[in-house]
């Protein structure tokens, strides 16, 4: 399989609410189960190949289309679902409300070539924790399922920049104002998610405000409870729909 797969970005990468499966000293006790979702057989098989060389890392099914990709689910419980967005009978956006209702423990990478907002807005709405081009190199593939698996969110550079800029203009586009007071951040608690809606991940933001990478952890954990949220990315929509934070 050919590498036609940029770089992924991991701006977005912090531990969300469900951290990984790893023994006493941080190594992961079993392998990555993996289920590949695609429309193309080609496409699946290529993966497959890929994955296949890394050994922390199975492949436990594969699914044609959405629907298929539920049943899959339910029957394996893997623990990362790598799914196209558009595909047959049902699509992966609308699948992937699905998986996380059977499979509540399973973390969704659409991978697709799909660059538009919308669907990357939707499938941040519908579960996803990651969201990657299907221009990244096959090699990042294995990293960004490790980085999912490990509690991180993963999204391509050129979708983090589209994702910032749909921030915006919904900001722009309502004049509403909250009716319910949104749950009070700290100072610090602001600074370290301005940080995240920048783009920083965990190490680059506890250099920036000089403290631990594990107190940079522990500030998005109380960010996302206080907020009642599951991922990062959730945090920084939150943030921007209620004006907590602006970027320029």
């Given at each position: 399989?050919?590498?036609s797969?940029?770089?992924?970005?991991?701006?977005?990468?912090?531990?969300?609410a469900?951290?990984?499966?790893?023994?006493?000293?941080?190594?992961?006790?079993?392998?990555?189960?993996?289920?590949?979702?695609?429309?193309?057989?080609?496409?699946?098989?290529?993966?497959?190949?890929?994955?296949?060389?890394?050994?922390?890392?199975?492949?436990?099914?594969?699914?044609?289309?959405?629907?298929?990709?539920?049943?899959?689910?339910?029957?394996?419980?893997?623990?990362?679902?790598?799914?196209?967005?558009?595909?047959?009978?049902?699509?992966?956006?609308?699948?992937?409300?699905?998986?996380?209702?059977?499979?509540?423990?399973?973390?969704i990478?659409?991978?697709?070539?799909?660059?538009?907002?919308?669907?990357?807005?939707?499938?941040?709405?519908?579960?996803?924790?990651?969201?990657?081009?299907?221009?990244?190199?096959?090699?990042?593939?294995?990293?960004?399922?490790?980085?999912?698996?490990?509690?991180?969110?993963?999204?391509?550079?050129?979708?983090?920049?589209?994702?910032?800029?749909?921030?915006?203009?919904?900001?722009?586009?309502?004049?509403?104002?909250?009716?319910?007071?949104?749950p009070?951040?700290?100072?610090?608690?602001?600074?370290?998610l301005?940080?995240?809606?920048?783009?920083?991940?965990?190490?680059?933001?506890?250099?920036?405000?000089?403290i631990?990478?594990?107190?940079?952890?522990?500030?998005?954990?109380?960010?996302?409870?206080?907020?009642?949220?599951?991922?990062?990315?959730?945090?920084v929509?939150?943030?921007?729909?209620?004006?907590?934070?602006?970027?320029?």
């Amino acid at each position: 399989m050919a590498d036609s797969f940029g770089p992924v970005h991991d701006g977005f990468g912090v531990e969300d609410a469900d951290g990984p499966d790893t023994d006493a000293g941080g190594s992961r006790k079993e392998p990555i189960r993996v289920l590949v979702v695609d429309d193309h057989a080609l496409f699946r098989r290529g993966l497959e190949i890929v994955l296949a060389q890394e050994e922390d890392i199975q492949v436990v099914g594969e699914a044609g289309d959405g629907a298929e990709a539920v049943d899959k689910a339910a029957d394996l419980l893997p623990d990362i679902v790598l799914m196209d967005v558009r595909m047959p009978k049902r699509g992966g956006i609308e699948a992937c409300t699905s998986i996380k209702e059977v499979a509540p423990s399973a973390k969704i990478i659409m991978l697709t070539i799909s660059d538009e907002e919308a669907d990357l807005y939707d499938a941040i709405k519908a579960g996803a924790t990651g969201y990657l081009l299907k221009e990244i190199s096959t090699d990042e593939v294995a990293t960004a399922i490790r980085a999912v698996a490990d509690g991180q969110s993963q999204i391509s550079p050129s979708m983090a920049s589209k994702l910032l800029t749909e921030f915006k203009s919904m900001i722009q586009r309502t004049d509403e104002r909250r009716l319910v007071p949104a749950p009070r951040l700290t100072d610090r608690e602001l600074e370290v998610l301005k940080l995240v809606a920048t783009g920083m991940n965990n190490r680059d933001i506890a250099k920036e405000l000089f403290i631990s990478e594990n107190t940079v952890k522990n500030h998005v954990r109380n960010i996302l409870e206080k907020l009642q949220l599951h991922s990062r990315m959730e945090a920084v929509v939150y943030a921007m729909r209620e004006k907590i934070l602006e970027i320029r």
